[in-house]
Every structure is written in C-alpha cells, then in structure tokens.
C-alpha cells in the first residue's frame, strides 16, 4: 500500500507540475489579448487564472511536503498538509466564485465595450490549453482531494474559456454587450456547490470524521463475526490523506494466547472488504475493559 501510495503520489506532482505550466502559459497568452484588444473580460479571465495558478503551486507544495519522510515528533509525515491545501484551493475557488457573481452583476448594469473578435480567438486558445490541463487531472482527481481542488479550479478555468468564447461570438453576431455578464453569472453558479463539496470532504478529514465509504456499524459487524472476538469497543476510523484511511480498536477476544492469529485474521479483514491497510488492534482479555476507565463505544 506504501509504495502504491508513493506511486502515484509522483504521478499526481508530474500530473499538476504540466497543468501548472499549461495555466502560466494560458495566463500570458490572455494577458497579450488583453493589453491588444482592451478586453476587460480576458483581464478579468486572466486574474482567473493567476489565482489557479497560485493555488495549483500551493497544492505541488503541499504534495513536496507530504513526500517527506516520518520523523519521530511527526510519525505521519506531512500528508496532512495535502488536506490543508485543499482547504486553502476551495477557499479561493470561493472567492473566485463570489468575485465573478458580483462582477457579473455590475457589468449588467454598465455593460463595457469589448473586441468581440479577440475574446474569441483568446477564449478558443484558453479553452483548449484547459481542455489539456483537465484530461490531465481527470483520473488522479478522484484518488487525491488536493488534484481535486486543482480539477475544479481548471474546470473554473474551462468555463470561464468557454463563457468567454460563447459569449464574444453572441456579441459578434447580436451586438448584445450583456451577454459576457450573463454568460459569467453561469459560472459563478456553477463554481459555488462544487467548491461547497470539496471543502466538506476536506474538513470532514480534518475533523477525523469516518473515511468515505467505511460503515463503522459494518465494520464492527465483520469484526465480531471472528469465532475468537467476544466484544468490540473504542473503534475509530478516520483519514490522514487522500487515499490513507486507518482505524484502531479494542478487541476481547475469548483465548488470549491466540491473539496472534486473531489479529492476523482481523487485519486481513479490513484489509479486503474496507481498503484498510494501516489498523491498530489492541486485543485484550475479557474483564480489562474496566481497567480503562471511560471508553468509547
């Protein structure tokens, strides 16, 4: 499970080390746009993807750290910090979400004039190059809450492209100014429920609630049906990092000089039916639950 984790956690770091080249490319190119044609919504576009493209280093930063070895003040690394990065990338891809909204808003009111000529032609090269960066992230973003955070921004990115290239052509063929306003209120909406997503996965881990997926009534169920285990208490399941979920539990079992097999046949339990590779089983002897003073169920 180690070297697996390890694994793709240098696939995830070449996977976002391309997309973050991909958005800095993107950010320069709508830059130019910008500056040749006056256009406050490839501006605007572009201060998109500058803020991406600060998260996204945020996230290969996190992932750095979280490479590095255990260490006795830190016997879990720095995994944690991949769960603090993902937080940080849905609190920004709020206020990007937020930002557009009331942006939008005002250019309903006082719709500017733009080069509907160039936004398209700048909005057709921003949505391809994100096209790129999201095939890129498509897979590793359901490994890893942290390419997840970076998914969604380029999506953001992607949408705002495709606002952009939608809504320079109506302008070309109507003459319609409010359509880009319109057409960034969409994304807005779109931007806000997934961000809300990403930030309760993440906080959930934070908080140690019960990994995605993991039925602690189930696993306390599989638990006792062992012809050795009396009794389960103080069972907890929580997540490190993305892809990392661990438990621990106090198990009374009813021959205490078995509790070599037992553990091996618990772990291999929760090894095959949860996806969890890193248990910690206390076994005890009936009666010692009371040594233990308050416990939890």
Not at 82 to 87: G, H, M, N, Q, T
Not at 273 to 294: K, L, M
């Amino acid at each position: 499970m180690g070297h697996e984790h390890a694994r793709r956690s240098v696939d995830h770091r070449r996977r976002l080390g391309m997309v973050l080249a991909i958005t800095c490319t993107i950010l320069l190119v709508e830059v130019v746009g910008s500056l040749l044609s006056g256009s406050l919504a490839l501006l605007a576009d572009a201060g998109h993807m500058a803020t991406d493209a600060a998260g996204i280093g945020l996230s290969l930063l996190a992932m750095w750290f979280a490479a590095r070895p255990s260490s006795p003040s830190r016997t879990f690394g720095f995994h944690r910090l991949e769960i603090l990065a993902a937080v940080a990338n849905a609190l920004v891809l709020c206020g990007v979400g937020v930002y557009i909204l009331v942006e939008a808003v005002l250019r309903m009111l006082d719709p500017p004039k733009v080069a509907s000529g160039t936004i398209m032609v700048f909005g057709a090269v921003g949505l391809a190059g994100n096209a790129v960066s999201l095939a890129l992230l498509r897979q590793g973003q359901a490994e890893s809450l942290n390419l997840r955070g970076a998914f969604l921004e380029v999506l953001n990115d992607l949408l705002g492209s495709a606002a952009v290239l939608v809504a320079g052509a109506v302008i070309w063929f109507s003459g319609f100014l409010r359509a880009d306003a319109i057409a960034s209120a969409l994304v807005g909406l779109l931007i806000l429920p997934r961000t809300w997503r990403l930030l309760r996965e993440a906080l959930d881990v934070l908080l140690e609630a019960a990994p995605r997926g993991v039925d602690l009534a189930e696993v306390r169920r599989h638990l006792l049906e062992d012809r050795s285990v009396v009794e389960v208490h103080d069972l907890h399941a929580w997540t490190i990092t993305s892809g990392m979920p661990v438990l621990s539990a106090h198990i009374v079992v009813s021959d205490p000089s078995a509790s070599g097999q037992v553990l091996d046949r618990l772990c291999d339990c929760l090894r095959g039916h949860f996806d969890i590779d890193h248990s910690t089983i206390q076994v005890e002897p009936a009666g010692h639950r009371h040594h233990e003073g308050t416990t939890h169920p």
